[in-house]
Nanobody, 126 residues
Framework: QVQLVQSGGGLVQAGGSLRLSCKAS????????VGWFRQAPGNEREFIGRILWTGSSATYYIDSVKGRFTITRNDAENTVYLQMDTLKAEDAAVYYC??????????????????WGQGTQVTVSS
């Protein structure tokens, strides 16, 4: 059972930056891909990007955040980070990190992510 604890987030002005953290309880966290999602009020949860396990650490981002958001991982800290730069009003949402059930697995669907962080609010003021 992987437990994910998120931190970071808060209120930032448009154009500013925030960094979210996702710390895992599992010592083999480096073998999991990790996805980041967000959900704005009235909207469905949206996948925004992922990072693969250590050794690959390849990243993928949706177009709306590409070039502004960066996902990295620090295995010594069992933590994955979401660095968000040049934030826009439309980035405001609750952000979640998530991991799939299996190691070395690239989920294709949201339902394959079974371990979720508690969510953290990001508010962007214009």
């Amino acid at each position: 059972q992987v437990q994910l604890v998120q931190s970071g987030g808060g209120l930032v002005q448009a154009g500013g930056s925030l960094r979210l953290s996702c710390k895992a309880s599992e010592r083999t966290f480096s073998t999991y891909s990790v996805g980041w999602f967000r959900q704005a009020p009235g909207n469905e949860r949206e996948f925004i990007g992922r990072i693969l396990w250590t050794g690959s650490s390849a990243t993928y981002y949706i177009d709306s955040v590409k070039g502004r958001f960066t996902i990295t991982r620090n295995d010594a800290e069992n933590t994955v980070y979401l660095q968000m730069d040049t934030l826009k009003a439309e980035d405001a949402a609750v952000y979640y990190c998530a991991a799939p059930l299996r190691t070395f697995h690239i989920p294709r669907y949201t339902k394959e992510y079974v371990y979720w962080g508690q969510g953290t609010q990001v508010t962007v003021s214009s």
